[in-house]
């Protein structure tokens, strides 16, 4: 069998000059990157150089259309140099791939919808670039309240694809004109889903909520992007950047059921929580201290996608490690006079301050365990209240046009506060008996009273 001989010696041939192949560029590349960015010329053609281009035709692409993006790649945005928006004088001899071509084969940009207009030329353009489009689209939440439009679809992610290597762009939307939106991934037909194995990307597995970045002008790996400015505020956001929407469908539902009150006092009711609220997020946010809906504040998001007209105050959430001295004071020269403090930083912190017409209580929370809890001091008497709620992790939402945090495990958070019931108004509410999770826990020793009980 003279002739399979052959094919065997030729394959062995074949493979054992890869393997040769693979030594040599294995050294070549030591040898590179022992010359650093001294080496001039072109840059090698691996696996890494084919990311490369793939970046490189997507930002002719970006020049062409004048598409709106900016770097959000995590893993080439954590590889970059602090002084990477310096010029450089040798960007022209540089093309060696250091920072796009990482251990992954995408890289990950935001599209700014506002200031980009669809084009659909867009796939077409792609081709002629080599480069293969995909688009996702999925609906508009900014519209979910309307009826007859709830249904819009919009563009949410692109990506584009070459040979195996990816360039994912997530677009970027702006919700109640201060924070960015982007939605989530959903490959809807088994063969979108193996355009990229998706479940690695950067972004799309939830939708996501981010402050408006400012962005700087870099040159990456010899190609021109425009990148955040403060990455490392940026990457710290991409951790918990995770956004769920109100359960708009759910609220209608509630609303059916209990119609909403549109009394004039209502009315300013609302206005006045709303105002409340956003003063009171931008003060901590001044502060750099995260804060939650609590109570039921969260309860008027979870059940009804905004605050219950009768509920007379806005409760929020905040963890005691997160606790600064100069909380108080900084809320008094926002305009918000202490109403009462209780407890002290080891022991069931409650602060109230009073706005207009409408209180602002925050709770400070302790972990312990499996569980994290809150405290309530009753002030004529001294006695002490603990509420218990299972763990829970963060995540953004949006309530009367802001951009605010609620637990993401929110129907526990509810149904531990509120009891299987929740789902039915109550409008007699006594905090110290009625909650599900309330605790009676002991009296503060006299001794105590003027630290731990203060009423203003
Ligand atoms: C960048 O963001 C970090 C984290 O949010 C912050 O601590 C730092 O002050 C910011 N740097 C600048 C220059 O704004």
């Known amino acids: 069998m003279p002739r399979i001989n052959k094919t065997v010696v030729l394959a062995l041939l074949i493979a054992t000059s890869s393997v040769f192949l693979l030594f040599q560029l294995y050294y070549y590349k030591q040898y590179m990157s022992k010359l650093g960015t001294r080496s001039g010329g072109k840059a090698v053609q691996t696996g890494g150089d084919a990311h490369w281009q793939v970046v490189k035709r997507f930002l002719g692409l970006v020049t062409k259309y004048n598409l709106p993006v900016f770097l959000i790649d995590t893993a080439t945005l954590g590889l970059l140099p602090s002084d990477i928006t310096q010029p450089r004088d040798n960007q022209a001899e540089e093309p060696l791939c250091r920072f796009f071509c990482t251990h992954r084969e995408f890289t990950t940009f935001a599209l700014v919808a506002k200031l980009w207009k669809y084009d659909a030329s867009l796939a077409q353009a792609a081709a002629e670039r080599g480069l293969e489009l995909l688009e996702v689209r999925g609906k508009d939440p900014r519209l979910v309240g309307l009826d007859d439009l709830s249904g819009t679809e919009i563009p949410l992610h692109f990506l584009f694809r070459r040979n195996g290597h990816a360039v994912h762009v997530v677009v970027f939307y702006e919700r109640s004109g201060n924070y960015m939106w982007h939605g989530p991934l959903r490959l809807k037909l088994s063969m979108d889903r193996k355009f990229v194995s998706f479940r690695k990307l950067d972004f799309g597995r939830h939708a996501g909520a981010y402050d408006r970045p400012e962005l700087v002008m870099a040159s990456v790996d010899g190609l021109d992007v ?231």
């Not at 005691?320 to 006079?337: C, E, M, N, S, W």
């Not at 994290?372 to 001091?377: D, F, I």
């Not at 509120?418 to 108004?425: A, F, L, R, V």
Request: net charge negative; aromatic share 14%.
């Open 226 to 456: 425009q990148i955040p400015k403060n990455i490392s505020h940026f990457l710290s956001e991409h951790a918990q950047a995770h956004f769920l929407e109100c359960r708009y469908k759910e609220a209608r539902a509630f609303y059916q059921l209990h119609p909403d009150d549109t009394s004039p006092e209502a009315m300013d009711f609302r206005m006045k929580a709303k105002s409340l609220l956003h003063l009171a997020a931008q003060t901590l946010a001044d502060l750099g201290v995260p804060f939650w809906l609590s109570s039921g504040t969260c309860l008027g998001w979870f059940r009804q996608c905004n605050v219950i007209p009768y509920s007379k105050d806005v409760d929020l959430g905040i963890w005691v490690k997160d606790y600064r001295p100069d909380i108080i004071q900084t809320f008094q020269r926002a305009g918000l006079p202490l109403k009462h403090k209780f407890g002290k930083v080891e022991d069931s912190l409650e602060l109230s301050f009073q706005g207009l017409d409408v209180k602002l209580d925050i709770f400070f929370f302790y972990e312990e365990g499996d569980i994290v809890w809150n405290g309530g001091t009753q002030a004529k008497s001294g006695k002490k209240f603990k509420y218990v709620f299972p763990k829970f992790n963060l995540c953004w939402t949006e309530l009367v046009e802001l951009k605010v945090r609620v637990p993401c495990e929110t129907l526990d958070y509810v149904e531990a506060n509120y009891g299987p019931n929740w789902n039915i108004p109550v409008k007699t509410w006594d905090w110290k008996t009625s909650p599900s999770n309330v605790k009676e826990n002991g009296v503060w020793p006299v001794r105590e009273w003027d630290e731990v009980i203060q009423v203003y």
